[in-house]
């Protein structure tokens, strides 16, 4: 099959330079119009720098009716066949060429067409739950080594399964929402007794996240060879974390506070569909991992997403890229994630989101986090205007980017950013 171009000439007649949201990715999410008095939340698909309004689209009966919902849920619960055959339609309605082109539609385009920069995005779904991996070696050995044992980085269980926490689902924010500094209990150096305050070493973690979908069943797992049809797509994301209340509070239970005040995702779902030519090796498991975790027969279990975080200090900085790694780097694959979550039985829902976990890889400048890239604030980075950082100060913005890139085939995932704002307690800054 010859490649689809880029964009359709018949919405785009002056080519756009670059664009991450092309005919081959397609990705959805959930917008309002920006300043009207009555703003609702709309499902849209991203194209160029506009959207396809898919509510308009429901209501002339060329999508399926759950399109004039708010939210992603009930079209991430229709399965692998329904996401597959809408793409398919929205690959025509978009082509320049196809009898149902929208270019012999100028009615439809008028109302459904909508412009980025006038919208504000939103988190594309209802998520119910919300679980978070561990499941880069590299990242894993990293924080074991500086927080525990040199010698023994990895606990025995990490080769053996993808350990993860249950996370907080209600302060999952999208991207352009500030992060406000949390407040918490932590442990000065060489104190014997925990203090309260703002955390002074605020942390960003670069990781991707699944959004489950298809239905599922109370008691029953999701076999390793099924797991593809039970994700409907990826985002960018940035589990915020706060250090010093992370290492006071963790053990034995894991983390909790220093964790749950803020987490952050990019608001375009790009589908398993759209990355599919971008499909690659993951990294080799030894030991074996027990069968039902074992890809067996699949070559691809990966995908090859680069991804990059930078850092804007200041109003005229500009963004500073601090990191460069890639999703193909992870030990355990986002479908063994998933299959290890149901394998006790434990229900998934349709909406539900499961972060990868930290994403680093072998290089110092592919480390996933500040608390890696700095060895624990032992070795500051310096920006080119001079300052230098070894946590977040306020102020600062951490940009999320990811794509992927094959020929002229290109899927990008946007951005996901957010700015830290000074702690607050009932709205006044801390001292
Ligand atoms: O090693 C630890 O004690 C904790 C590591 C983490 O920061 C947990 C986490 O969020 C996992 C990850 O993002 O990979
Ligand atoms: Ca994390
Ligand atoms: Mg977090």
Redesign the pocket.
Known sequence: MAPLPSLPKFLFPNPLPRTDFTLHNLPFGVFSRTGSSMPRPTIGVAIGDKILDMRVMAEKNLVPPYFADFYLNPFMMAGRQAWSEVRERLQQYLSDSHPSSLSHRPDVVKEAIVEQKDVTMHLPAVIGDYT?FYASKEHATNVGSIWRSKENPLLPNWVHLPVGYH??AS?IIPSGQPVIRPCGQMLPKDADKPVFGPSKVLDF?LEMASFVGGEFVAGDPVPLDQARDKIFGLVLM????ARDIQKWEYQPLG?FL??????AISPWVVTLDALEPFRCTAPEQDPEPLPHLRHRGVDFPSYDIKLEVAVKLEADHSPETICRTNLRYMYWTIFQQLTHHASNGCLMRAGDLLGTGTISGKEKSSFGSLLELTWAGSEPLRFSNGQERKFLEDGDEVVMTGYAEKGPIRVGFGECRNVVQPSRVRGEPVV
Do not use: H, L, Y
Request: hydrophobic share 20%; aromatic share 12%.
């Open positions: 978070d996370g907080r302060t973690e940035n589990d915020w974390t983390p220093g964790k749950s005040f803020a987490t």
